[in-house]
């Protein structure tokens, strides 16, 4: 009897993904002067999973937020969650700014000073302000979902979703069936999701065994830097905004959010994390309909972490070059890394484009970013579990405050 009942003790999610984490760790660093074979033998499985998930994100994305948007059956409702949704992720995408300029002060005095000479870096074109906003819609129903155009998917999903919702009853079979194409692209989801430790492994020990060497590196502080500021950006702002207007303890949400850290962590990836988010956030009490539509919105614009990054490695830069950076122009980064964290969305290595512009908006030089470029990927780790982090606290968030706009619509 006994033998049976410790059969049916299972390890949850998160605690696999965790010990994943840690044996790829540890075998990036046993493989460190081999990284070649990590990189030949075991990065292909991780690649594999990654594929997987990058498959599942757009049908994900699509029907469920079309889903989402037919469920809440008025065009205002939507309007009213979406612009709710942006300015909660343009104002803490303010403060993570200002908490990367702040810490990146507090530790350029550790900054190390760099031979700056012969620096070079190839710049990437920003996106114009008017070309992101044509670049947002669709030309045609495939090249979206073929090419996994984040921001055109969702725009297309809330255009399908409110022509539905105004066909009405004729429409009824069409809803009918992209709910049940949800439920089983969730379905499909799970399956992959038992992937997850494995893929985790395979992700993080090539990571680890080629980059190992420069954590302990002349960059170490700037990592210190950057990571210190993920950490109290989560457990500042996103606790308060939870506790405050989300109505849930901080640490309850951030023990719910853990197995999407760890995932982000390891995958370096907002998209590729989506699935998980999701299920976590909807677990933590997020309504779905919301959260189907917040969190592919969160994953495509914002970027929390990618901020921090861009404050510390202005400071960072600054400091090699000699130059100190006045109040005036740390004003200027706020509002540049704000804008543009909407401005470079769904732009390949959007964080690289958006420090070349935060670098020219207050006259550092663009080839100072060749100074951080070595380390980027663990940068890019820690980032992305801060800005899927911030998409669950608003899913969280803005759940609340719709549950009480409505009840104060039916006391009326």
């Known amino acids: 009897m006994e033998h049976k009942e410790e059969k049916k003790i299972k390890l949850p999610l998160?605690?696999?993904?965790?010990?994943?984490?840690?044996?790829?760790?540890?075998?990036?660093?046993?493989?460190?002067?081999?990284?070649?074979?990590?990189?030949?033998?075991?990065?292909p499985f991780g690649t594999i999973f990654l594929n997987l998930l990058k498959f599942i994100v757009v049908p994900i994305v699509l029907f469920s937020i079309i889903d989402g948007v037919i469920s809440m059956s008025d065009i205002r409702k939507v309007g009213v969650i979406g612009l709710r949704t942006v300015v909660y992720y343009l104002c803490t995408t303010a403060f993570a700014i200002v908490i990367g300029l702040a810490g990146g002060s507090v530790f350029s005095r550790f900054f190390p000073v760099l031979e700056t000479s012969g620096l070079s870096f190839q710049e990437t074109e920003g996106v114009p302000p008017m070309e992101t906003l044509v670049n947002m819609f669709p030309s045609n129903i495939i090249q979206p979902m073929s090419e996994a155009i984040m921001l055109q998917v969702i725009v297309m999903a809330i255009l399908i979703g409110f022509a539905i919702i105004l066909a009405g009853e004729e429409a009824a079979p069409a809803a009918k069936g992209i709910h049940s194409f949800g439920v089983v692209f969730m379905k499909c989801?799970?399956?992959?999701?038992?992937?997850?430790?494995?893929?985790?492994?395979?992700?993080?020990?090539?990571?680890?065994?080629?980059n190992g060497a420069s954590i302990l590196g002349s960059l170490a502080m700037v990592l210190l830097a950057a990571y210190v500021c993920y950490l109290v950006h989560m457990l500042v702002v996103y606790s308060a905004a939870v506790g405050l207007l989300g109505g849930m303890r901080p640490l309850d949400f951030l023990k719910g959010q853990l197995p999407a850290m760890i995932f982000a962590f390891s995958s370096a990836s907002s998209v590729g994390t989506l699935p998980v988010n999701m299920k976590g956030c909807e677990k933590m009490g997020a309504d779905p309909e919301i959260s189907s539509f917040v969190l592919p919105l969160g994953?495509?614009?914002?970027?929390?972490?990618?901020?921090?990054?861009?404050?510390?490695?202005?400071?960072?830069?600054?400091?090699?070059?000699?130059?100190?950076?006045?109040p005036g122009q740390m004003v200027t980064i706020v509002l540049t890394a704000t804008l543009a964290s909407i401005g470079t969305a769904g732009v390949p290595g959007a964080g690289v484009v958006m420090l070349a512009m935060v670098l020219q908006s207050v006259g550092l030089?663009?080839?100072?970013?060749?100074?951080?470029?070595?380390?980027?990927?663990?940068?890019?780790?820690?980032?992305?579990?801060?800005?899927?982090?911030?998409?669950?606290?608003?899913?969280?968030?803005?759940?609340?405050?719709?549950?009480?706009?409505?009840?104060?619509?039916?006391?009326?």
């Open 14 to 43: 998160a605690a696999k993904i965790f010990i994943a984490l840690l044996l790829g760790i540890l075998a990036g660093l046993a493989l460190q002067s081999h990284a070649d074979l990590a990189e030949t033998y075991i990065r």
């Open 189 to 210: 989801m799970d399956i992959i999701l038992r992937l997850s430790p494995v893929g985790v492994f395979c992700l993080i020990c090539p990571v680890v065994a080629s």
């Open 299 to 326: 994953a495509t614009i914002n970027m929390d972490g990618t901020a921090i990054y861009q404050g510390v490695c202005a400071i960072f830069i600054a400091a090699c070059y000699g130059v100190r950076l006045t």
């Open 365 to 412: 030089p663009v080839e100072g970013i060749a100074l951080v470029a070595g380390v980027d990927r663990i940068f890019d780790m820690g980032r992305t579990v801060v800005n899927i982090t911030g998409d669950a606290s608003c899913a969280i968030v803005v759940s609340r405050q719709e549950r009480l706009r409505e009840q104060r619509k039916a006391a009326k």
